[in-house]
């Protein structure tokens, strides 16, 4: 799983993780979604008593808006709800507009801003959103 996330994020963002700042332990999640056997797109991110946070999510250049950020996406969250957790926290760069379009559309709601986070005029946004899955959606709630 880290070599696979790794080898996207290399391609995908401005500033990738190195390979073990992925964990592989009980307090992680972990999701790729494969085409044609190659490893395209991923979620990854920790659960901690009854809270997640989505810590990275990536799809490859190649393949973006074709749904698969959303489909990883509600894998990860399904999983986190499996796990525990009832609520899910992310953030991300008020600027990165594709990423927050994504969130809004899967029910995250802005919180906070925090701003200069991430450098001068980079400001962050701190999301979430509640795990409530209805039963048509298997049931968690
Ligand atoms: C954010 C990111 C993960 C989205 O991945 P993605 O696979 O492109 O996501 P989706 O395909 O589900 O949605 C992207 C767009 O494609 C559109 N789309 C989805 N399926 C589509 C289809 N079949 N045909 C046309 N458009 C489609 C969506 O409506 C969405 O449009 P919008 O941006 O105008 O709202 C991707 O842009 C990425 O890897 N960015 C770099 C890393 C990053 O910024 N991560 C977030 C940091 S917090």
Redesign the pocket.
Known sequence: MPVEFHTIEIE??ADPWQVDAFACDDLHIGVSGEESGLAV?FAYGSVIADEAE?L??????A???????????SRFLRQAATRGASVVF????LD????R??YE?MGFATTYVRNNYYGPGRHAAMMRRELKFPASQGGIS
């Open positions: 995908a963002v797109c989505l990275r999510i990536a799809t490859l250049p393949y973006r808006s074709r749904g698969l950020g959303h489909e990883i996406l992310l953030e991300v760069e990165n507009t594709k990423a379009r994504l559309r």
